[in-house]
């Protein structure tokens, strides 16, 4: 069973930075044939696509609203993806939920088939 597990979210001030981490374990096919995804959360709002990594890596794509402040990178043999988030802003505290798709990137969370159960962001000001 696919499994996915966060980690790496905290209290910080605007301007600082994190790094993100999840987990793969589990999965039918291995770790570079699932395009990883991270997706965020706010209180009393959707879900929003934050940034996505090919299985290979070589492609990824980044929310506008991320752009220039946070990366998404993968380690095929450790299993793991990381988002890398600097510039932090109050506008950025969620729930981040990495997320595992098929083989192409996708801003679309419905491509996205599982979830792990997400890592708390607090960005204060």
């Known amino acids: 069973q696919l499994r996915l597990a966060e980690s790496g979210g905290g209290l910080v001030q605007a301007g600082d930075s994190l790094i993100l981490s999840c987990t793969f374990s589990g999965g039918a096919f291995s770790f570079e044939k699932y395009a990883m995804g991270w997706f965020r959360r706010a209180p009393e709002k959707d879900r929003e696509f934050v940034a996505t990594i090919s299985g290979s890596g070589s492609d990824s794509d980044v929310a506008d609203s991320a752009k220039g402040r946070f990366t998404i990178s993968r380690n095929n043999t450790k299993n793991m993806v990381y988002l890398e988030m600097n510039s932090l802003r109050p506008e950025d505290t969620a729930t981040y939920y990495c997320?595992?798709?098929?083989?192409?990137?996708?801003?679309?969370?419905?491509?996205?088939?599982?979830w792990g159960r997400g890592t708390q962001v607090t960005v204060s000001t």
């Open positions: 997320a595992a798709a098929g083989p192409s990137i996708s801003r679309r969370s419905y491509d996205y088939h599982y």
